[in-house]
């Protein structure tokens, strides 16, 4: 991959951007486009921003961020399909931090009701609402809608492209436009005359764009089909720029050290032996702890290591213990939300066996393989900011407050992510970055957090109690009433990026917990916020990931007490609820030849949560090895709808799953003393090579509308290793993680 600096020369990215001789393409399903931020010089044209064609050939620009889920491929795969062109033929860029690039699919799951209940009327609502993405200035990555936002858009894009370069063709041959086709970047005509879209670029500059239909499934050539991951060579030869090997003549190196107790501030430090270390060059003072610049990154860290600081205290309970006690207090008051209350939850059923259970499950750190960092070069009343991030608009709003410039002074440049899972939402290493540039102004400094630094300074997954009563009758759910403590990401998150505390029922701090595609008569279920000040936000899946956790254990428990054989008792409350959550289990039924039955030493369990639009059913077998439990096999069902790359879809949910059983195992965050405890993947382990199951996955595409792939196959995959650790040993996990009362294989 070319550095950043030789792109901008050769005007790939654009922001004072131009096109070489070019045209560019997009499409908008709005009434008034957003404005485009592709800024044409002298006898050049930018029409829109999603397809860029010049002298050097053909552009398209991918504005969601690229953190190993395919999206940069995907993304570029909606729009080469109707553009007519292969994806070895393009080059695909994230485009530049700007409102014509705002996310259509964030505000759909703000709509009311369960989201599995949503019909095509619904679903057009939300599409309609999803424009507000633009009024907003949501450019981001995150939610699992990349593609959902994608879909549409970008083919018509590609269309758009295609019909106007052809009508350049038209005039060019002396032909109609519908006398001619295309195919791999060329318009033909029909006595096989070609010419190239790049030799049409400067007379399509001169037309209007075309808006065109969109060509029906059965012509396509990518969509649906595996492609090969366009960043696949770059990221296996070391060549691929994330923000962390971003370099820039006569750069300098920072990193930070702020209070431990997240919160608090400074009372006071001294830098002296610090400063006097060869290579260090100044010391900053940054309100709640200090930074560092230097000759080199490994040099800042210990120049850190060697200042004094007096720390002001934790505005939370110091011991985790007592964070804990905090959040059961949320129990006392009124709930945030009851999203469903069915039947009536207060009166047991005649006849019934009642049960009740209390789970709880840590705080986690998002734990991302590239350390938070970024690169700020001030300079000439313009700021420049390079980073791996989820919200480049939000980005440049933060770094151009923290310069004191417009939003228009700042030109955010994403890289590819080492990991993000909703840590890189936030703006907080950008921020710091810019604070320490304008120290150094004219002077590119690069700032990179310790893995230590970006442990104990996360915005968490926030810890959380539930306490769940049910009932069983005749072998089925009769009675759930749930109650859920935790603080909000949602609340927490907004503050820090919009300034505002949204109003009303938290939705996201309780799904997964209310929308359970299960038919159960009396269904009730609250959401008590927790007012700690402990930083939280979003973490991969976000409330689903501790409530599938909650509901699917509950339901085994149920199961068990009504005498029923788990699957079977899912499918019986699934198939009358929602076919696709029944589909999935019986994928998994089959693929896991599941009987109901397992031999001494095997344990096996399922766990089935809706999240993000796609069902996922989820089977782990453990087995007992040398008295430890082995995670042996892992079966895996989604139904996503439309998969627009099969094997990325797989990849994801396999990875999902990866994630899910790394936290079930292993994280944790404690507290003591107000600091967080554990600071390196010593103490924050993960699963391992030889400790992850033999994986089979099969996606299934029955829905009408497309469903999230990144954060889905999250949520089953601690209920379900929960469950199989219950039926290999008859002890019931009711905590997170399962090292603590489990002899797991590490």
């Known amino acids: ?122 679903h057009s609502i939300g599409e309609a609402l999803g424009h507000l993405g633009k009024v907003l200035n949501l450019h981001g990555t995150g939610g699992s809608t990349s593609m959902k936002d994608g879909y549409e858009r970008m083919r018509l894009a590609g269309a758009s492209a295609r ?3 052809k009508e350049a063709a038209a005039g060019k041959l002396g032909l109609k436009r519908s006398q001619l086709s295309t195919a791999k970047g060329m318009v033909i005509a029909p006595d096989g005359r070609e010419v190239s879209y790049v030799d049409l ?24 089909k595996p492609q090969p991951r366009i960043d696949m060579a770059e990221k296996a030869t ?283 008569p009396n269904y009730r279920m609250a959401g008590h916020i927790s007012d700690i000040k402990i930083p939280v936000g979003f973490w991969r899946s976000v409330g689903n990931s501790f409530n599938g956790f909650f509901i699917e254990s509950f339901i085994d428990e149920m199961a068990h007490a009504a005498g029923a054989d788990p699957m079977e008792f899912r499918l019986s409350l699934a198939r009358p609820e929602w076919a696709p959550a029944a589909g999935v289990l019986e994928a998994v039924k089959e693929m896991a030849g599941w009987t109901g039955n397992t031999p001494a030493g095997v344990g096996r369990g399922v766990a089935m949560c809706y999240s993000f639009g796609t069902p996922v059913a989820e089977v782990i077998e453990v087995i007992e090895e040398d008295g430890s439990i082995r995670i042996a096999n892992a079966w895996i069902a989604c139904d996503m709808g439309r998969a627009i790359d099969p094997e990325t879809v797989k990849a994801q949910m396999f990875g999902g799953m990866a994630y899910g059983l790394s936290a079930a195992c292993f994280g944790e965050i404690t507290f003591a003393d107000g600091a967080a405890e554990q600071g390196n993947f010593p103490d924050y382990d993960a699963m391992r090579m030889h400790t992850m199951p033999r994986t089979e996955v099969r996606v299934l595409e029955t829905q009408a509308h497309l469903g999230g792939a990144g954060e889905p196959g999250t949520p089953p995959a601690a209920p379900a290793l929960a469950n199989a650790i219950f039926d290999l040993t008859g002890k019931r996990p009711r905590r997170l993680p399962l090292m603590h009362d489990f002899d797991l294989l590490i």
């Open 201 to 224: 670029a400067q007379d399509a500059a001169k037309l209007s764009a075309i808006e065109a239909g969109l060509r029906p499934s059965s012509t396509w050539r990518l969509i649906g």
């Open 238 to 520: 070391g060549t691929a720029e994330f923000g962390i090997d971003v370099r820039l003549p006569g750069m300098k190196f920072a990193s930070v050290r702020m209070n431990p107790r997240q919160g608090g501030s400074m009372k006071s430090f001294d830098a002296s032996a610090a400063q006097n270390m060869p290579g260090v060059e100044k010391v900053i003072n940054m309100g709640a702890g200090v930074a560092v610049v230097a000759s080199n990154t490994w040099l800042a860290m210990q120049a850190l290591e060697a200042i004094e600081v007096d720390w002001e205290e934790a505005p939370y309970p110091s011991e985790t213990d007592q964070v804990f006690a905090k959040i059961a207090e949320a129990f006392d008051d009124a709930p945030n939300s009851v999203m469903r209350d069915d039947g009536d939850a207060d009166a047991l059923p005649t006849g019934a066996t009642e049960l009740s259970a209390e789970y709880q499950v840590p705080y986690l750190a998002h734990a991302t393989m590239e350390p938070m960092n970024a690169t700020a070069l001030l300079e000439e009343g313009k700021l420049t900011v390079w980073s791996g991030n989820q919200m480049p608009t939000f980005v440049q709003s933060k770094c151009a407050a923290e310069a004191g410039l417009e939003s228009e002074q700042v030109d955010v440049r994403t890289t590819y992510l080492g990991g993000g899972f909703g840590r890189r939402v936030e703006f907080d290493y950008a921020v710091q970055a810019t604070r320490i540039a304008k120290e150094m102004p004219g002077i590119p400094v690069q700032l990179t957090w310790s893995r230590e630094e970006d442990m104990r300074h996360d915005m968490y997954r926030p810890g959380a109690i539930a306490r769940m009563r049910g009932a069983v009758k005749d072998g089925a759910a009769v009675l759930m009433d749930g109650q859920l403590a935790a603080a909000s990401p949602t609340h927490q998150a907004m503050m820090r990026l919009a300034d505002f505390q949204p109003a009303g029922p938290d939705k996201v701090h309780v799904e997964g917990f209310f929308n359970s595609p299960y038919a159960i």
């Open 163 to 165: 019909e106007t370069l």
């Open 1 to 122: 991959m070319a550095s950043i600096g030789k792109i901008a020369r050769r005007t790939f990215l654009i922001g004072s951007a131009a096109i070489v001789g070019g045209v560019a393409f997009g499409a908008y399903y709005v009434s008034r486009p957003a404005p485009n931020p592709l800024k044409p010089g002298e006898g050049e044209a930018a029409l829109n921003p999603f397809v860029l064609i010049d002298g050097n050939g053909i552009t398209l620009f991918a504005p969601r961020a690229e953190m190993g889920q395919g999206v940069k491929t995907s993304w570029a795969a909606l729009i080469a399909e109707e553009l007519d062109v292969e994806l070895d033929q393009v080059r695909v860029l994230h485009g530049p931090a700007a409102k014509a690039y705002y996310n259509s699919a964030f505000m759909l799951d703000a709509l009311p009701g369960k989201g599995y209940d949503s019909g095509n009327f619904k």
